[in-house]
């Protein structure tokens, strides 16, 4: 019997990130409410910084704009870092919704 587990869902961290610097606070059953410190976020999850004391696995629910309360579990760990997997895919007219709403372009100047 082969060792490791078989997972049948594709590797999904070839996706297309998207840097950020968001401060998110994620809801983790056992803690309560933790601070993470989003650096990049795609479609199927995000990276954070400060996540030093989770283990992969682990859950927590973050609300964002636009696409509200999902479900990342912890894929990867490296010191500070951490990868999180997303429990859906979102949307690509949804994330482009959500990157336009955590960094809006420059506002138009009033004419006057």
Same mark, same amino acid.
């Given at each position: ?6 997972? =049948?869902?594709?590797? &999904?961290?070839? =996706? ?19 601070? &993470?410190?989003?650096?990049?976020? =795609? ?11 989770? $283990? ?6 973050? @609300? ?8 990342? #579990? &912890? ?5 500070? @870092?951490? $990868? ?5 895919? /979102?949307? &690509?007219?949804? #994330? ?5 709403? /955590? ?6 100047? =009033?004419?006057?």
């Amino acid at each position: 019997m082969r060792g490791g587990a078989q997972l =049948s869902v594709t590797d &999904l961290r070839r =996706s297309t990130r998207h840097p950020v610097n968001l401060p998110v606070i994620g809801e983790h059953r056992a803690r309560g409410d933790i601070m &993470l410190q989003f650096a990049n976020i =795609s479609t199927t999850g995000f990276m954070a910084n400060g996540c030093g004391d989770l $283990g992969r696995g682990e859950r927590v629910t973050v @609300r964002l704009p636009v696409i509200g309360r999902i479900e990342a #579990f &912890l894929v990867w760990t490296d010191g500070d @870092r951490a $990868g999180f997997q997303f429990e859906r895919i /979102i949307r &690509l007219d949804d #994330f482009n919704k959500l990157i336009r709403a /955590i960094q809006p372009g420059p506002r138009p100047r =009033s004419q006057g």
